[in-house]
């Protein structure tokens, strides 16, 4: 059995107050949850902060990207070394936004993915494909060359306790959900090319999780399927009282 797992991705967003006062209110909200795994990823800037925040909890940190170097002149970088100071213990790679917007392709995400492995941080490797691409019907061609891509030099080992998220692009901060069936499609594909790379145990263990558009009201449904073992959620993580909602409907779809 997978446990489930609940990320929340705050992207830029949070103050240290602001950072704070979410764990002063969510962390009691959780304070019984031992069921799930759930994780916050704030900005670099509230990361210590959260982590001492959550220190008396099982809410664990997460940073939202990292440098492969360990240190060196990378102006404006943050290596994993650093986020596990910080207390950090996972890590998102591969976002959609660093792909677009910050020109990252699957070789870098697979030097990021060796250095959070590296250090003892657990990657949550994200994948997804943009709205042009699963109408050409290329869908689960690029998840699989992505998968290939950014897991390339990892042990089935390394495969079985690192996380998978799948976000379609087009699922993304638009209020557009995919659909249970379309998620556990792509959640199934993930599984059997990861069963590939890293052989079926490894691939049986490994977590994928669902993000893109995921509030309270569909998390139970999408957290239902087979090949779902839980959400990475942006917008609808910003609310405490939200992100609990969605713990909560999550721990019930896997009942
Ligand atoms: P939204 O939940 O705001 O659609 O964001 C999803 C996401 O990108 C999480 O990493």
Redesign the pocket.
């Known amino acids: 059995m997978r446990t489930p797992l609940l990320a929340a991705?705050w992207k830029m967003h949070k103050t240290v107050p602001d950072a704070v006062g979410f764990v002063t209110a969510f962390a009691p909200r959780v304070a019984a949850v031992t069921d799930a795994d759930i994780v916050l990823a704030p900005p670099f800037t509230a990361l210590a902060a959260v982590a001492d925040a959550c220190r008396n909890s099982r809410v664990a940190v997460a940073g939202q990207n990292l440098h492969w170097a360990s240190q060196g002149a990378f102006t404006g970088e943050i290596g994993a070394g650093m986020l596990v100071d910080a207390g950090a213990t996972h890590v998102?790679l591969g976002?959609?936004?660093r792909r677009q917007l910050f020109g990252e392709d699957d070789a870098v995400v697979a030097r990021k993915t060796r250095a959070a492995i590296d250090a003892g941080l657990t990657p949550i490797v994200?994948v997804g494909e943009t709205l042009d691409q699963r109408e050409a019907g290329e869908t689960l061609t690029v998840l699989g060359r992505q998968l290939e891509g950014s897991l390339a030099g990892v042990t089935p080992a390394e495969i079985a306790a690192l996380v998978v998220?799948y976000?379609p692009v087009w699922?993304?901060?638009?209020g557009r959900t995919a659909t249970p069936d379309q998620a556990q499609d792509a959640h199934a594909h993930i599984r059997r090319r990861l069963a590939e790379i890293g052989g079926d145990e490894a691939a049986d263990r490994c977590r994928l999780l669902y993000?893109?558009?995921?509030k309270p009201a569909n998390a139970e449904a999408i957290g239902g399927q087979t090949d779902v073992d839980g959400a990475?959620?942006?917008?609808?993580s910003l609310d405490p009282g939200s992100f609990a909602e969605i713990v909560d409907a999550a721990r019930r779809a896997a009942l």
């Open positions: 991705n998102i976002h959609s936004e994200c998220a976000e699922a993304i901060g638009t993000g893109g558009s995921v990475l959620v942006g917008g609808a």
